[in-house]
């Protein structure tokens, strides 16, 4: 190898570096323009596809079909077909058992590639969990999965069994499984988090706000846990939002949210976080703020949130 060849491989090297942490810092089109000037490497064409996969299932579909064709044993770039297929899946009629197979056939090939990762085993329970038996949804299968994970890394394992008994609708299960896990993680915000979330797709608003209380109250140590508390902090300001109860505490939480906040992936992004303020601002008879947050967020774009802004302004 040249040492040109050497110093070209070690330039894309950083690009593609510099293209991760665009991403996960929740910079997209940064990242995309780094991506655009590399060669069509697995890594960059799973990375691309991750990141149109939020914006266009058709082009991430592409993406990552090219990737799993240039690295047919590449267990990331199966992972991540999974996950476009089922996306696939969910937006087709005609086409939805023929997608909801491809993304069962590439979940079962990552975990057969890497037996050990855990994200690709909480996939393909997820999988499992969600589809339609007519897709090859199976919550029985998933509980293999499950059984998996607990040699691995039990906090995981309750995750997914959680949602296993979630899916189950087996509430007394449920809770005492909860239970379990916030005894043995309690100081942590992550159970607390996922009990309110539980809560606030149930409708039981006061029950959740106390659970998103109890996880900003925790002192997150590590990625995981901080990702659980931020969002915890914001659906504090979301669930006054759509319960109108407490607005003076969604407001103090989502403004503590906009200070402290990192850009980081997995983290609702700022201009949500602005949005539903607004809205606190709006319930609260405050409509000049309101309003003044409204206009800011018309520069931004995301066409699901200017349709909302539309909306509220009107009623302003």
């Not at 942590?188 to 606030?200: E, H, I, K, R, V």
């Not at 539903?276 to 609260?284: F, V």
């Amino acid at each position: 190898m040249t040492l040109i060849t050497l110093v070209f491989c070690g330039l894309a090297q950083a690009s593609l570096e510099e293209a991760k942490v665009a991403y996960e810092q929740n910079d997209s089109e940064q990242a995309l323009i780094l991506l655009e000037k590399l060669e069509p490497s697995v890594e960059a064409l799973v990375l691309q596809a991750r990141i149109w996969l939020d914006r266009d299932l058709d082009e991430a579909e592409e993406l990552i079909d090219a990737a799993v064709e240039q690295a047919p044993n590449h267990a990331g770039a199966h992972y991540v077909r999974g996950m476009v297929m089922g996306n696939q899946a969910s937006n087709s009629f005609l086409s939805a058992i023929s997608y909801a197979g491809k993304s069962l056939d590439s979940f079962k090939k990552a975990v057969e590639l890497a037996p050990e990762d855990v994200a690709y085993r909480q996939g393909l329970a997820s999988f499992y969990l969600q589809a339609p038996g007519i897709a090859g949804g199976d919550p029985e299968l998933a509980l293999e999965q499950i059984e998996a994970l607990e040699k691995l890394d039990s906090k995981a394992a309750l995750e997914t069994r959680l949602n296993y008994l979630a899916a189950k609708e087996d509430e007394q299960g449920y809770g005492q499984q909860m239970q379990q896990a916030i005894a043995e993680y309690g100081d942590l915000p992550d159970f607390y988090f996922q009990a309110g979330m539980t809560l606030q797709r149930e409708e039981n608003f006061s029950g959740a706000m106390e659970y998103f209380r109890q996880a900003v109250a925790k002192t997150p140590s590590n990625d995981e846990s901080r990702l659980a508390w931020f969002n915890a902090l914001y659906q504090i300001g979301r669930t006054a939002v759509i319960s109108q109860e407490n607005v003076p505490e969604g407001i103090a939480a989502l403004q503590r949210f906009l200070n402290e906040t990192p850009a980081k992936r997995g983290i609702p992004e700022a201009h949500w976080a602005r949005f539903r303020l607004a809205n606190l601002y709006q319930l609260s008879n405050q409509d000049e703020q309101a309003k003044a947050i409204y206009l800011a967020l018309n520069q931004i774009e995301d066409d699901k949130l200017a349709s909302q802004v539309k909306k509220k302004l009107k009623k302003l």
